[in-house]
């Protein structure tokens, strides 16, 4: 599987942006999917993941603010970003896992894509 993410950009606090990730390859839809960031001089975090059979999680940090949704016809992923804070600015990469099974982002996950640059100005 490969994944190319796209959809980063600046935005003024308050503000939404829209991530994608459009993934390659047979059985896309039967991957886990989530996004994670990684800002200046910290880790990369889980952000939200999406399960194959539809189970959905979200970091404490952006709940009620993102979104995340997949399409399996266009074997793409997409992570809605509203009420945008300075804090939100990071790379944001997509990522991918045969795994299913909760807290599968906290393992070694197969498929990363490139990331794609948020930036949100106060």
């Known amino acids: 599987v490969q994944l190319q993410a796209s959809g980063g950009g600046l935005v003024q606090a308050g503000g939404s942006l829209r991530v994608s990730c459009a993934g390659s390859?047979?059985?896309?839809?039967?991957?886990?999917v989530g996004w994670f960031r990684q800002a200046p001089g910290l880790e990369r975090e889980f952000v939200a993941a999406?399960?194959?059979?539809?189970?959905?999680y979200y970091a404490e940090s952006v709940k009620g603010r993102f979104t995340i949704s997949r399409d399996n016809a266009a074997n793409k992923v997409n992570l809605q970003m509203n009420s945008l804070k300075p804090e939100d600015t990071a790379v944001y990469y997509c990522?991918?896992?045969?795994?299913?099974?909760?807290?599968?982002?906290?393992?070694?996950?197969?498929?990363w894509g490139q990331g794609t640059q948020v930036t949100v100005s106060s």
């Open positions: 390859g047979r059985a896309f839809s039967h991957y886990a």
């Open positions: 999406h399960s194959a059979g539809g189970s959905i």
């Open positions: 990522a991918a896992d045969r795994t299913n099974t909760y807290l599968w982002w906290e393992r070694p996950i197969e498929y």
